[in-house]
């Protein structure tokens, strides 16, 4: 199954500092991206996307605190999360659109990643 890999997540203090991975698996390149995040009894929510020309856009609880890049290689998508608050805990996933040298891009969503801030 096609599937993006997200890891770095994990337990940090309030006001610390987390980088999640998106990793592409073999033979595919990740396109336009994002990441959402859903904590429990809340729906799941965008908390930001990269288009493939670089264009970023940030839900208003994150801006300037997370940045969404994607290295040259288009294996690899992050999400930097700084100055994190426990209301930033949830689990994130990596949604990307994804091609390989005999398939155009289509969306597939990660498993998810577990991020927990303690106040």
């Known amino acids: 199954q096609v599937q993006p890999v997200e890891s770095g997540g994990g337990l940090v203090q309030a006001g610390g500092s987390l980088r999640l991975s998106c990793e592409a698996p073999?033979?595919?390149?990740?396109?336009?991206m994002a990441w959402y995040r859903q904590a429990p009894g809340k729906q799941r929510e965008l908390v930001a996307s990269l288009t493939n020309r670089g264009i970023s856009t940030y839900a208003d609880s994150v801006k300037g605190r997370f940045t969404i890049s994607r290295d040259n290689s288009l294996k690899m998508g992050y999400l930097q999360m700084n100055n994190l608050k426990p209301e930033d805990t949830a689990v994130y996933y990596c949604n990307a659109d994804l091609s390989s040298y005999a398939y155009s891009p289509r969306n597939y969503w990660g498993q998810g990643t577990q991020v927990t801030v303690s106040s």
């Open positions: 073999v033979d595919y390149y990740i396109h336009d």
